[in-house]
């Protein structure tokens, strides 16, 4: 368990450190200069260059990317190219509402899929369960971006119910968390749904019936406790989903989070900003990984003490 | 499941179809025609597809021309609009009809040139990793669990935020590689999958290079695994190419595209909300019409999921008379012309049929027959645990003088356990995986009332210690896969003795395990049997295995018992053709010690087709004119020996009334 938990960390560590280096170089690597998005056009080139030294973007590469690997080191992220905020307390504010937002919205969708989805399996082709899939089918058709902008437009600009921007107290939640639900149960409730009817056909539900014990038991220890073990991983990539969903939602809605910070951040070409962003979300993305394999572990004892 | 000898020819048929070539995508496309919501999305989709194909030509206006004069049009339908620009026109006084049309035809291009992209390179890595396997095909996967383990759109965005002029070509290739690890991985297990099978292996043995087999034997199954996986891919796609043009990071302007439209539309949606509202809709509807057609797909090369695997329900018809009149005190179980039936959609599959057959008190009857004879469907039958679609469509199953296949769920679930217990084939896949022994067997023991407090302990010990198992308190502690095969097995047997049962039924219970333990599970059966007079139904396609155990043996062919008799009778005077051949096949085995012999020549027959003459026939030695007109009666040789031939229908043999 230790050594796994070892040879995780140092692989996440791996992967941590290939992103931001990509995301250093990608961004570095195209046109556009951020000294010049800066200042007004018809600048003259010597005021730029004083701006770029500022900025640091006139020394070569390969000493921009020591710079970058000894500040982080130090546990500096630097500053933003604009207004000059410092990047990790900036980005560290913002994503406590990211996480709001998606844990609200995946603890939901859960709460939702998990009965629904099971109560579908018990009988595939009945009613409820075509109902189900119908509903899913058309969820799942429904692109986020475009929900939103249709409930903000219902539900916030004609009928006033909700806010449509920002965070303010509960109220805000309601519709960025209603778009992230209704483009998350579907693909929830299809796999909660085909992992109870694969496991109910499995040999030892078969034999535990044999045994007879009741339905309840089969249900609620036999099939619920072998089928919960993929589920784990879809919730993960779900997790993994509503933190890259979130520069969509977060833009529609304009919320506080890190993915708007992101969206803003490369819009402006803020290179210390986009940095940050994305060395924080690999960073959370990664842990909720980890989290996932360690609950994967504690639930198959096949996987725990091979 | 893998050739599961429970589920008869539907499953195996479908499969089978699978290995021969070229069929397996003509079949699918064949058998989306029968689902009929599956063939609407498929439609739609197309229609949509040619349209925007043709958009140049069905356009009624230039996709870029701006006419300032026309700008805000409203729609045809409301006020002030006209069918010149039949959904209005946006700011630029461009016709959003023909944008729509055009936005159709970048959004579908990309999407599916991107499909490709990613199926290509899946494809190629998945068979270079399936195929040469080692340090190439370890890297490759790794690779792709780190892709998968980031999320892909914050990549796709930095990347298409920093390509100054963004063009197909560089979506296509941006979401193309997102996709490729979906595609690797299910490649790369089929062909692990299937250069294992003995058509490839067999092939590769006569010389077949590895490339020919693969041509020839793996990517007919691929392809036919990838359509539902391609088709949900392309909708993903479809989604994520009009997001990335919604926040600006699509195709380069002026160029028009569903999520552009929609981005237009939303500052102007106060004004105009058509313009926001169309684009979505399209959107909508093409992915709800592939996503259709992708579950059609998926349902064919997995019913499963839409049949679900027990949904059982008592049959409501009255017991025949027949039964009724012959019960008779003496015998524990007493099967009667029993029918089991397994409806598909390219025929019903009658895979028991006309059964009858008695165990006593302490008696062990041995049912032999090869894998398709129903022998395994029978058994489930008692025990009222066919999967669906499978039933009992006629006869009675009586039990103590009850009939299983009319008894209510409840009462079935009180008998199933305690009156008649059952052992599976493979018993590794028997015992719940992440439940302890120990966890099983106390489970066992409360809901039967066994024990209770510290005593569920000691009987749970006290029963793993009856089944000769030397530790076991170890094994009570032990996961299901910590044990082995012959290990799981004893465990099996001991938590269905737990409940007394009067009779049990074993389904090739030692087919599994090697000589050794299969020899020291019989002589455990037979103690068992001797201690509590347990009645057993012992199903095997092994008859000298039987001969060991059974004191009576009846043998299934196609669905029916075409032999019957005392194990001694049977065994030295075989009547049947077949009977003959399968102890033929034991005393070749027996000679040459080693690989056992297709027990017969010919392969057993379609159990969707009910022939009038003799099931047998085709594959007959003996076969005469009559066989394959008239169905065989059964006739009584000897005492309780009957046979259901031709051959026998001398006047000194005497036919029983069926
Ligand atoms: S009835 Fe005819 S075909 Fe059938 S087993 Fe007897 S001889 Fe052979």
Same mark, same amino acid.
């Given at each position: 368990m230790l050594a796994f938990a070892l040879q995780r960390t140092a692989q996440m560590a791996l992967v941590?450190?290939?992103?931001?280096?990509?995301?250093?170089?990608?961004?570095?690597?195209? $046109?556009?200069?951020?000294?010049?998005?800066?200042? $007004?056009?018809?600048?003259?080139?010597?005021v730029l260059d004083l701006t770029r030294q500022k900025l640091g973007t006139d020394k070569p590469l390969s000493r921009q990317y020591l710079d970058f690997l000894s500040q982080l080191a130090r546990g500096d992220m630097g500053t933003s190219f604009r207004g000059g905020r410092p990047v990790a307390s900036t980005v560290l504010e913002s994503v406590p509402n990211t996480l709001?937002?998606?844990?609200?919205?995946?603890?939901?969708t859960t709460l939702v899929a998990f009965p629904l989805g099971i109560a579908a399996s018990r009988k595939p082709n009945g009613w409820l369960d075509r109902a189900t899939l119908a509903l899913s089918s058309i969820a799942q058709a429904t692109p986020g971006f475009w929900l939103g902008v249709m409930l903000a437009l219902l539900f916030a600009v004609n009928l006033r119910w909700f806010p449509a921007i920002g965070n303010a107290g509960w109220k805000s939640y309601v519709l960025p968390v209603a778009t992230l639900v209704i483009s998350l149960f579907p693909l929830q409730i299809r796999a909660v749904r085909q992992a109870f009817i694969e496991t109910m056909g499995e040999g030892f539900v078969r034999a535990a019936r044999a045994r007879g014990l009741s339905e309840r038991r089969l249900l609620g220890v036999h099939i619920t406790k072998v089928a919960a073990i993929p589920l784990i991983t879809i919730i993960g990539l779900q997790a993994g989903y509503v933190l890259g969903g979130a520069i969509v939602i977060e833009s529609i809605f304009n919320w506080p989070g890190i993915g708007n910070l992101t969206l803003q951040a490369i819009s402006q070409r803020d290179f210390p900003m986009i940095q940050g962003t994305v060395l924080i979300t690999a960073v959370v993305f990664t842990l909720i990984n980890f989290f996932v394999d360690l609950t994967y572990a504690a639930l198959d004892p096949r996987v725990r003490l091979r | 499941m893998i050739a599961d000898p429970t589920l008869p020819e539907t499953t195996t048929v479908a499969s089978s179809a699978g290995a021969g070539a070229q069929p397996s995508l003509r079949r699918l496309m064949g058998e989306i025609r029968q689902r009929k919501v599956a063939t609407a999305g498929l439609l739609v989709f197309l229609a949509i597809l040619l349209i925007a194909l043709l958009a140049p030509l069905l356009a009624p206006h230039e996709p870029l021309k701006q006419n300032l004069g026309d700008n805000f049009l409203p729609p045809a339908w409301k006020d002030g609009g006209d069918w010149t620009y039949p959904f209005g026109t946006d700011p630029l006084g461009r016709d959003i009809l023909t944008r729509l049309m055009y936005g159709a035809r970048s959004s579908l291009i990309i999407s599916i040139g991107a499909v490709f992209v990613g199926l290509a390179i899946g494809l190629v890595t998945g068979l270079v990793a399936g195929f040469y396997g080692g340090f190439l095909d370890t890297t490759l996967m790794r690779l792709g669990d780190i892709q998968l383990a980031f999320p892909f759109v914050l990549f796709a965005i930095a990347i298409l935020a920093v390509s100054p002029n963004r063009t197909v070509w560089h979506l296509m290739a941006v979401l193309?590689?997102?996709?490729?690890?979906?595609?690797?991985?299910?490649?790369?297990?089929?062909?692990?999958?299937?250069?294992n099978k003995d058509y490839a292996r067999a092939a590769q043995a006569v010389g077949a290079s590895r490339w020919r087999v693969l041509r020839r034997y793996v990517l007919p199954n691929v392809w036919q695994a990838m359509v539902p996986i391609a088709l949900l891919n392309l909708a993903y796609f479809v989604v994520v190419e009009s997001l990335l043009s919604f926040i600006a990071l699509g195709l380069s302007p002026p160029n028009p595209s569903w999520g552009s439209i929609r981005a237009d539309g939303r500052q102007y949606m106060m004004v105009d909300p058509w313009?926001?509202?169309?684009?979505?809709?399209?959107?909508?509807?093409?992915?709800?019409?592939?996503?259709?057609?992708?579950?059609?797909?998926?349902?064919?090369?997995?019913?499963?999921?839409?049949?679900?695997?027990?949904?059982?329900? $008592?049959?409501?018809?009255?017991?025949?008379?027949?039964?009724?009149?012959e019960e008779s005190e003496n015998d524990l179980l007493q099967v009667r012309n029993v029918c089991i039936d397994y409806p598909a959609k390219s025929g019903t599959v009658h895979a028991v049929r006309d059964v009858s057959l008695d165990v006593a008190p302490a008696e062990v009857v041995g049912i032999v027959g090869e894998s398709g004879s129903g022998k395994s469907t029978l058994g489930l039958a008692i025990m009222q645990l066919l999967d669906a679609p499978g039933r009992v469509t006629d006869g009675a199953l009586l039990f103590e003088g009850a009939d299983l296949a009319r008894a209510s769920n409840k009462r079935m679930n009180q008998i199933r356990g305690r009156g008649i217990g059952m052992i599976f084939q493979d018993p590794g896949n028997s015992l719940n995986p992440v439940l302890t022994v120990g966890y099983q067997l106390a489970e066992v023991i409360r809901a039967n009332r066994a024990a209770s407090g510290d005593g569920i302990r000691t009987l749970a010990r006290q029963s793993l210690a009856a089944m000769n198992i030397a530790d076991p308190d170890r094994v009570l502690r032990a996961y299901p896969f910590q044990l082995s095969g012959g290990m799981q097995q004893r465990v099996m047997i001991a938590l269905a003795m737990i409940a007394k049962p009067r009779l049990l039924i074993l389904d090739e219970p030692t087919s599994a395990l090697d000589v050794t333990t299969q020899a020291q599970l019989l002589a455990e059966l037979e103690s068992l049997r001797a201690e509590h007079r347990t009645s057993m139904l012992f199903i095997s396609h092994d008859i000298a295995l039987l001969a060991q155990i059974a004191s009576r043996i009846v043998v299934m062919y196609a669905g029916q018992v075409i032999e019957s008799g005392p194990r001694d009778t049977v065994v030295a005077n075989p009547l049947h053709p077949y009977t003959r051949a399968l102890i033929g096949a034991v005393e070749r085995v027996d000679a040459a010690g080693e690989e056992r012999l297709e027990a017969i020549a010919g392969d057993p027959p379609d159990l969707r087709i009910v022939q009038p003459g003799c099931p047998f026939a085709p594959r007959c030695p003996l076969v005469m004119d009559r066989c394959w007109t008239v169905a065989p009666p059964r006739i009584a040789r000897e005492p309780g020996h009957e046979v259901a031939c031709h051959l026998y229908e001398s006047p000194g043999s005497k036919e029983i009334a069926a």
């Open positions: 941590i450190f290939g992103v931001i280096t990509l995301t250093f170089f990608a961004i570095r690597l195209v $046109p556009g200069d951020p000294a010049r998005l800066m200042e $007004p056009p018809g600048t003259p080139e010597s709001a937002l998606g844990a609200i919205s995946m603890a939901i | 193309g590689i997102s996709s490729w690890v979906i595609y690797a991985r299910v490649v790369r297990s089929r062909v692990l999958s299937e250069r313009m926001a509202l169309l684009p979505g809709f399209a959107i909508v509807i093409t992915v709800l019409a592939i996503g259709l057609a992708a579950d059609g797909f998926a349902d064919i090369l997995d019913p499963k999921l839409t049949q679900g695997a027990f949904q059982r329900q $008592p049959l409501t018809s009255s017991m025949p008379d027949s039964t009724i009149a």
